[in-house]
């Protein structure tokens, strides 16, 4: 490789004359040495341009900085989860739909599963509660968010590097448990659609079934399962017909016999209007006897009252001959007619 | 043998082409490490060189200010408008300011600044500086003890550097002011939630892509015309072909570095 030269060595060839064609006619100070002389304040509009540059840059630089959160105060929230598929540093941790955090790190724990390191802006750190529950979702279009709820914003708030389990939904991932399902449904389909499937089984019994009901014998050939067996039960219906007929008449026989005018019925009547009279002479029978019981009755309890009454005779008797005896034994106590105290001795009946 | 003797000319023909593409490109790598290290000089910060550096910048800076602001705008308020409506229609409204956010400050500004740049400065630079090599003043001029790399190239470079970035700096604050009147209109209420968008899409990475690609390309676009000036006119007798070659260089070495960003980016 040659060395790199400079741009015109003392040994190059004469320069080419100028070639008039190609000055640009339009700039003024071509194809001549540069002269600070031709724009007034010249210096000083550099400068201002310069300023102006730095400005940009420096300002364009504290908006990035600002942006990516870097002067605002922050808590830390780790988040555990069995796969971070989907999850990038920088994206939102959002609640109610407003993001409140952002995803700092994501990394393996010893257990394998993955750590995401969230810094929560400590202003909007009051949403979170040690009852929080977070969520990870992955939409089928769209990426992948992290959401947080609260149900109840008095609980406890959330302390500064809580560690939580994230809730995982996977909207993709039931995608190929919905199409396992479709396809055996759709298998099942063609096996009961099939030619020897259950539908076309029924579809062709039911092809023999309109047949048969168009054919002789219609419906009852369908129930009785044979044209034959379908006979047999017209046969049987007329006969049932003049069993039917014959009954009419011995109901009509019967009717005479029995509800005629000396039929069993006004007989019967006429029976039971007898047996009415003598229900009634037997109860007047029974009055009579009732009364003489009740005669009876008070028979008895006369006698009943008589015997009471020599009971009290009998107690009055006996008293007045204690009485007397008392008396002839006092009688006796002080004047004694009697040697034998035994004959001295009054006795009583 | 006359096959053979083919084989060998065309093998040194391709030998030579070679060797030349590597020296044009270290010579290119080289006089960028030279104006590095006069551009981090004191001494070329005299009181003389300043008026030159100042005189330049001036003049590659201002008078492409404000046409290029009110172009990005433009520009920034019809692709966001699409943007946003086709989200819409697709239901992604939510993804529509993350995408004109990246489409436009990440990757359409620096290389729109870049090449605007490009095409009103430094090109014209190039060629007046191929104007004065073949008129012979800058051989005047190193005959006098005066330094052509010093005086003359380092300022038009400098200059354009700075034209590239303070162009992509502002187009970039108004393409995002632009943008975010373009979607809350004039109230402050979707303030918070277009910062934290935009935090978003700036992740430390990102940016510093981001900072590099926009200073490569300004580079690029103010190096590479100088070094075809200085060094095309000594290859080609015709003044057209190195510049040519210098424009395609360029553009070529842009893609290069925007593949690369956007590499970086997104892989």
């Known amino acids: ?73 922050t808590q830390r929230l780790v988040l555990i989860s069995d796969d971070s598929e989907g999850v990038v540093v920088g994206m939102d941790l959002t609640f109610s739909g407003f993001p409140i955090g952002r995803v700092r790190r994501i990394e393996l724990a010893e257990d394998g599963k993955a750590r995401i390191l969230i810094d929560v802006a400590s202003k909007d750190a009051h949403w979170l509660r040690t009852t929080s529950v977070f969520t990870l979702v992955r939409g089928i279009v769209g990426g992948t968010n992290i959401r947080a709820y609260t149900g109840l914003l008095k609980d406890p708030p959330l302390p500064d590097g809580a560690v939580r389990t994230v809730l995982q939904g996977d909207a993709s991932a039931e995608v190929p448990k919905v199409i396992a399902a479709a396809k055996d449904l759709i298998e099942n389909l063609n096996t009961l659609t099939s030619s020897t499937g259950a539908v076309g089984a029924s579809m062709a019994n039911l092809q023999t079934l309109t047949e048969r009901l168009n054919g002789p014998g219609g419906a009852l050939t369908v129930l009785l399962g044979s044209e034959a067996e379908a006979k047999k039960f017209a046969a049987t219906l007329d006969r049932t017909n003049a069993l039917l007929t014959k009954l009419d008449g011995l109901a009509a026989k019967t009717d ?43 028979i008895s309890a006369n006698a009943k009252d008589a015997t009471a009454d020599l009971g009290a005779l009998r107690a009055d008797v006996e008293a007045n001959l204690r009485k007397v005896e008392g008396l002839i034994n006092e009688i006796s106590r002080k004047w004694p007619f009697a040697k034998d105290p035994r004959d001295a001795e009054i006795k009583l009946p | 043998m006359t096959s053979m003797g083919s084989w060998q000319s065309r093998l040194t023909q391709i030998g030579h082409a070679a060797q030349q593409w590597v020296i044009e490109w270290w010579r290119l790598i080289y006089l960028g490490a030279l104006l590095l290290v006069l551009t981090l000089s004191p001494s070329s910060y005299s009181r003389e060189s300043r008026l030159v550096l100042s005189r330049h910048i001036y003049l590659n800076t201002a008078p492409i200010l404000l046409w290029f602001t009110v172009l990005c705008a433009l520009v920034t308020v019809v692709l966001t408008r699409i943007v946003v409506v086709t989200a819409l229609s697709y239901g992604l409204s939510q993804y529509a300011l993350q995408v004109v956010i990246r489409v436009l400050v990440l990757e359409l500004i620096p290389l729109t600044a870049a090449l605007f740049v490009a095409l009103r400065c430094t090109i014209p630079d190039g060629a007046e500086l191929t104007a004065m090599q073949a008129s012979g003043q800058l051989d005047e001029m190193r005959r006098q003890g005066g330094d052509p790399v010093r005086r003359e190239v380092l300022p038009r470079v400098v200059a354009g550097m700075f034209s590239g970035i303070t162009l992509a700096a502002l187009s970039s604050v108004v393409a995002l002011v632009v943008a975010y009147v373009a979607v809350y209109g004039f109230n402050v209420s979707g303030l918070a939630a277009y910062t934290r968008l935009f935090g978003q899409v700036f992740s430390p990475a990102v940016t510093l892509i981001f900072v590099l690609k926009t200073l490569f390309f300004c580079l690029a676009v103010a190096l590479i015309p100088m070094a075809s000036a200085l060094y095309g006119m000594r290859d080609a007798s015709v003044r057209t072909s190195a510049e040519m070659r210098g424009l395609v260089r360029m553009f070529a070495v842009i893609l290069l570095i925007e593949v690369t960003s956007l590499v970086g980016n997104y892989y």
């Not at chain 1, 002479?281 to 029974?286: Q, Y």
């Open chain 1, 256 to 298: 005479t016999q029995v509800f005629g005018e000396k039929g069993v019925m006004p007989e019967t009547r006429a029976t039971i209007v007898q047996l009415n009279t003598m229900l009634g002479e037997a109860r007047n029978s029974l009055k009579k006897v009732d009364a003489v019981l009740q005669d009876a009755q008070a």
């Open chain 1, 1 to 73: 490789m040659s060395p790199p030269q400079d741009p015109l060595p003392p040994n190059a060839p004469p320069a080419p004359a100028p070639d008039p064609d190609s000055v640009d006619p339009l700039r003024p100070g071509q194809a001549s040495a540069s002269s600070p002389a031709q724009v007034a304040s010249l210096e000083f509009k550099a400068r201002m341009l310069l300023v102006f540059m730095l400005l940009l840059v420096c300002g364009a630089a504290m908006y990035v900085l600002y942006a990516r959160g870097a002067f605002e105060t």
